[in-house]
Every structure is written in structure tokens, then in C-alpha cells.
């Protein structure tokens, strides 16, 4: 099992930028891949990106793509998600996310998750 606690949410203005962060402990932190969710009012949570255990693959949905950015220290077992040109519609709990695999798989569900962190942009 892994533990994971997010930190770095906060309220900005749309434009803004913003660094998510998670720290992991429990398990190999170079052994998985890791994730990051979002969950907006009244909505489902979705995928926001994910990248390998080693950091040299990464992926994003579309809504996100080409203004966030997902990296990781494996010797400090953290995972940042950077979040440019922020939207109003980007407003959400963020949550943290650990794989059981190398790297990530659309069809595939993480097995741990992180307390969440509240993202709020204000237009």
C-alpha cells in the first residue's frame, strides 16, 4: 500500500499558474507509475495525467494538454503536477494516484489514492 498526501492547491485567477505536489511513502516509488485526478462539483472524477515509473513517458487528457505538465523526483518519491494558463472550468479537487504498473493504461485503475487538494480558479 502507499500513502500519498497532495499539497500546493490554493485559489487563483484564471491565467495563473500553479504546482501541485504529492509525496509517496510505502512502496518503491521508482517501481510504478503515478497519476493525477480531478473531481469539479456534481461531476465524476476523471484522468488528468500520468507519467511511468521513470518519468520518461507522460500522458494528459485533452482538456489539459499543452498547459499542464506532469514530472517526478524519484529520490525525493514526489510527483508535481504544473498547471499553466489556468481555467475557471480547471476548478476541482485534485487527487494523487498510484499504479500498480511500470507505466500507465488507459484501462487501467489505480490502487492508492491521496487525500485530495482543492484547486479553485476564479474568472
Known amino acids: 500500500q502507499v500513502q500519498l498526501v497532495e499539497s500546493g492547491g490554493g485559489l487563483v485567477q484564471a491565467g495563473d499558474s500553479l504546482r501541485l505536489s504529492c509525496a509517496a511513502s510505502?512502496?518503491?516509488?521508482?517501481?510504478?507509475?503515478m497519476g493525477w485526478f480531478r473531481q469539479a462539483p456534481g461531476k465524476e472524477r476523471e484522468f488528468v495525467a500520468a507519467?511511468?515509473?521513470?518519468?520518461?513517458?507522460?500522458y494528459f487528457a485533452d482538456s489539459v494538454k499543452g498547459r499542464f505538465t506532469i514530472s517526478r523526483d524519484n529520490a525525493k518519491s514526489t510527483v508535481y503536477l504544473q498547471m499553466n494558463n489556468l481555467k475557471s472550468e480547471d476548478t476541482a479537487i485534485y487527487y494523487c494516484?498510484?499504479?500498480?504498473?511500470?507505466?500507465?493504461?488507459?484501462?487501467?485503475?489505480?490502487?492508492?489514492w491521496g487525500q485530495g487538494t482543492q484547486v479553485t480558479v476564479s474568472s
Open positions: 494516484a498510484a499504479y500498480l504498473t511500470r507505466d500507465y493504461h488507459a484501462g487501467y485503475y489505480p490502487s492508492d
Open positions: 507519467i511511468s515509473n521513470s518519468g520518461g513517458s507522460t
Open positions: 510505502g512502496r518503491t516509488f521508482s517501481a510504478y507509475a
